[in-house]
């Protein structure tokens, strides 16, 4: 069954190797052999990585010389930030409502602060 891009995407970004591949290609271009060096894991199975990522459309190999540098793609992640950017506006009215409902308990709080009166 064939993903849809957003689901693609996300099905990269899953894995944290993966997440550390596209944290490192966003400082620029590079070789299976300069991504492999921070992992304990050999470069086919970072080329395995590589793989997941070319396919939702995140990374692409260049050609220089004998080289295939690997650079991300920003397109799906302009898809993945539209789609994550309806959710921030629910989440900031919904804590922009807590926020207002927090500030009526502490007013009706302050109300019910004052000291009883004995009755004598």
């Given at each position: 069954?064939?993903l849809d ?9 899953a ?8 944290q490192r290609l966003?400082?620029?271009?590079a070789?299976v052999n300069e991504?492999a ?5 050999s ?7 590589l ?34 950017d309806?959710y ?6 919904s804590l ?10 502490q ?6 602060d ?7």
């Amino acid at each position: 069954m064939a993903l849809d891009p957003l689901s693609q995407t996300l099905f990269a970004l899953a894995d944290p190797t993966r997440r550390a591949i596209v944290q490192r290609l966003s400082a620029g271009e590079a070789t299976v052999n300069e991504l492999a060096q921070p992992f304990e894991m050999s470069v086919p199975a970072i080329s395995k990585h590589l793989k997941v990522l070319e396919r939702a459309g995140l990374v692409e190999q260049g050609r220089e010389k004998q080289f295939r540098p690997r650079k991300l793609r920003p397109e799906p992640f302009r898809e993945l930030a539209g789609w994550l950017d309806g959710y921030r506006r629910y989440w900031d009215e919904s804590l922009d409502r807590l926020d207002d409902y927090l500030r009526e308990l502490q007013r009706n709080e302050g109300v019910n602060d004052e000291p009883e009166r004995k009755a004598d």
